[in-house]
T-cell receptor, first 114, second 111 residues
Framework: NAGVTQTPKFQVLKTGQSMTLQCAQDMNHEYMSWYRQDPGMGLRLIHYSVGAGITDQGEVPNGYNVSRSTTEDFPLRLLSAAPSQTSVYFC?????????????FGPGTRLLVL | GQSLEQPSEVTAVEGAIVQINCTYQTSGFYGLSWYQQHDGGAPTFLSYNALDGLEETGRFSSFLSRSDSYGYLLLQELQMKDSASYFCARGRGAGSYQLTFGKGTKLSVIP
């Protein structure tokens, strides 16, 4: 199993550009989520999905859209990039089990918005 | 509230034991998790406590006291490779799939 994969690894955007960060998992997990990580801020939840066709907002959703058409894929769209969206983005998936909310993270996408 | 508090930095000597504390607000608490993240890497799951007490996984243990709204991660026989950031995290809602993370504790292991 590849686990959780993310593309691209690095991206530079200009203010106002749009782009899609890709995330895929091959563990048949129901739950997927997107986090952003900024220095000194920990990880903050952007959007999450509890299954195909179901998404909801997390703590910092503004400026981002998501969709979940399949169990495997959960892309994150930046509608009009702003310098404040410079960050490292992590996708994660999780399944319910005896150990509660064990989340498996992808390797991350490092985004710089100029 | 959902916030968690943990120290920003800890330094410990190779071979020693270190404890990283985490306090949280009690509202809607579902369990406490711990994640490790090396510089430039992704967070990886270490441990989870839903009930009071100690969970042991090799050199790592995690403890939870729900009455004190407090938990800690204990790392024994420290190795240089344990230098990393450690995050406590709590469930945000029913089913505990959504996580709120603390800001992380950067552990530096010195010879």
């Amino acid at each position: 199993n590849a686990g959780v994969t993310q593309t691209p690894k690095f991206q530079v955007l200009k203010t106002g550009q749009s782009m899609t960060l890709q995330c895929a998992q091959d563990m048949n997990h129901e739950y997927m989520s997107w986090y952003r990580q900024d220095p000194g801020m920990g990880l903050r939840l952007i959007h999450y999905s509890v299954g195909a066709g179901i998404t909801d907002q997390g703590e910092v959703p503004n400026g981002y859209n998501v969709s979940r058409s399949t169990t495997e894929d959960f892309p994150l769209r930046l509608l009009s990039a702003a310098p404040s969206q410079t960050s490292v983005y992590f996708c994660a998936s999780s399944s319910q089990g005896a150990r509660g909310e064990t989340q498996y993270f992808g390797p991350g996408t490092r985004l710089l918005v100029l | 509230g959902q916030s968690l508090e943990q120290p920003s930095e800890v330094t410990a000597v190779e071979g020693a034991i270190v404890q990283i504390n985490c306090t949280y607000q009690t509202s809607g608490f579902y369990g406490l998790s711990w994640y490790q993240q090396h510089d430039g890497g992704a967070p990886t799951f270490l441990s989870y406590n839903a009930l009071d007490g100690l969970e042991e996984t090799g050199r790592f243990s995690s403890f939870l006291s729900r009455s004190d709204s407090y938990g800690y991660l204990l790392l024994q026989e420290l190795q240089m490779k344990d230098s990393a950031s450690y995050f406590c995290a709590r469930g945000r809602g029913a089913g505990s799939y959504q996580l709120t993370f603390g800001k992380g504790t950067k552990l530096s292991v010195i010879p």
